[in-house]
């Protein structure tokens, strides 16, 4: 289970990033696609993590909203 950021970007994307994973970053035409596109990212970025025998991060980002 990974936190995911989900924000629309320019040209009316959404952008969807997985903090705990650097530079994992995806985007989609819409909310779901880019959900759909962030879980496929994470799902990779791990894969290959272990395949290079490397350790992977563990989910430690914690959200918090500001009201300004």
Known sequence: MRQVLIYPG????WVAECPSLPG???Q???RAEAIE????AIDLYIEVLQEDQ?????D???A?????
């Open 24 to 26: 994992c970053i995806s």
């Open 10 to 13: 320019e040209d009316r994307y």
């Open 28 to 30: 989609g035409s819409t």
């Open 37 to 40: 596109n962030i879980r496929e």
């Open 64 to 68: 918090l909203l500001v009201a300004v």
């Open 60 to 62: 430690n980002f914690e």
């Open 54 to 58: 490397l350790e992977v991060p563990v």
